[in-house]
């Protein structure tokens, strides 16, 4: 026998008996794919089939179709993709060309009268494509009736009581040659960034006005209305731009403008305006991202939760575009969402940057109440380029980590931070960057608690003249950094005065008495 190899590192003998050889690699093939880890990499699935197809409002020249909601177990947004033939005398026509939505019904019009009609719908998640539905035989326009005129076009449409998530629409009245009943269809849709979106389902009336609830606040709206006398339409009279909704009471504005920098293979920098938030509370901010893959929009993801007006994210895939949407968030009531569609490409992947390593070891030094030097080992680039630092503190308080503090960048591998709370247990994180990508974050937890400022006290021998301005060398170890010098005629009185701040070094700390005859005592903190 021959050993034969296999790509999976296997080893399997060939028989010298006819036709055992085939039997037994066949076999092997089968063993291999059983084994753990020989799977293939997971494929997307296919959406399932669209639910029963249903018509309505059939026309000479037009019907509406609408069907059941597919599912995709991936999560995938889906569109839907829809086909009508025709039936000559038992005998099914081609198919026509789709048309896609991302809705569960349309109207489809430019239809033969006095015609039998087959239905087909496909669901597509912009990867995989179900097996279409067919409702065959399913049904048949009007003939036509040459006494029918269609309705005139509606007049001007006017929007009033707009709300946070609604508003009254109301048209001028058409009217019908024949005198038949008039009834509405109207129909909103929202434009986001200057782009429209898909209509709404339309909602229908007799009446020359409605009241469209369920809106989202601080979104822009457009309009269209047209007319049915029940066998034909008028054209859509549309009003573009018609209202924006008002910020719903209590919540924060709409975050402004989103841009986006610093974009690399795997990572990019997110910015936007501010929002703002009722009086006395903190506004933070939730971000969200997508994909677009071949044009199609894919599900949004969470990106991050920030109080600062922008937010790095990384983890992305080279050469994809992405969209963005920020919402801001106060008191647990959440703006409307600010949407920036194709808002980057990530870099390719012969384009792809590497960043810098992970910074070296935190090491903290010159401790005070309120100041602290941080120290770590730097971070080499494979390409060579330049690094600089971005360093955060954040605060536990009992146990519970507080926000990042808004980030202090450097090109040094050390930096004093001020404005620190005494008595207060901090955390370090700091991260590299070569302006194209970062790194992962170095993260130093419960990293130095600042210390409870000292209070020095001491005596003054003698009377001080008026006049004079004797110097009191005060040695205060363990400690530097800023301080007030106090004085009091005794040390029983509740009333120190303030006489300035001094400049300590923990070692020769010196700081002029002021001339005061009643000073006594003296205390620096």
Known sequence: MNPLKTDRGAVFFRLTASGHYLGLLTLAWLVLLALPGASLAQENHAPGMPGPIQVAEVTAHSARISWGAATDIDGDVIAYWVSVRTRIEGIAQPWSAARNTHATSLIWDGLLAGTLYEVRVSASDG?????????????????????????????????????????????GAATDHDGDAIAYLVSLRKRVEGVAQDWLPARDTHAVSLVWDGLEPETLYEVRV??????????????????????????????????????????????????TGPAGVKVSYEIQLRQRLGGVAQAWHGAGETTNAWLAVDGLTPGTVYEVQVRAWAAAVASAWTVKENAFTTLAGAEVNHPPSLPGAIEISKLTPRSVQIA??????????????????????????????????????????????????????????????FSDWRVKENAFRTPVPETLIGSVEGSIQPGSTPNIVLAWPNASGAGVLEATDSLLSPNWTRCQEVETDGTLNQATIPTTATVKFFRVR
Do not use: M
């Open 226 to 275: 047209r007319a049915s006398d029940g066998k034909s339409f008028s054209n859509w009279l549309i009003k573009e731009a018609a209202f924006q909704t008002l910020t719903e009471t209590g919540t924060p504005t709409k975050p402004g403008e989103i841009t986006v920098d610093g974009v690399a293979a795997r990572s990019a920098r997110i910015a936007w305006v501010p929002s």
């Open 127 to 171: 990867k995989a494509t179900s097996d279409g539905r067919i409702k065959e035989q399913a049904f048949i326009t009007l003939h036509e009736i040459a006494a029918n005129n269609p309705p005139s076009l509606p007049s001007a449409i006017e929007i009033a009581q707009v709300t946070a998530h609604g508003a009254r629409l109301s048209w």
């Open 376 to 437: 770590w080992g730097p971070s080499p680039d494979p390409e060579g380029d330049q690094v600089t630092y971005s360093v955060s503190l954040r605060k536990r308080i009992e146990g519970v980590a507080q926000s990042w503090l808004p980030a202090h960048g450097t090109r040094g591998t050390s930096l004093s931070w001020d404005g620190l709370s005494p008595n207060t247990l901090y955390e370090i994180r700091i991260r590299a960057s070569d302006g194209k990508s």
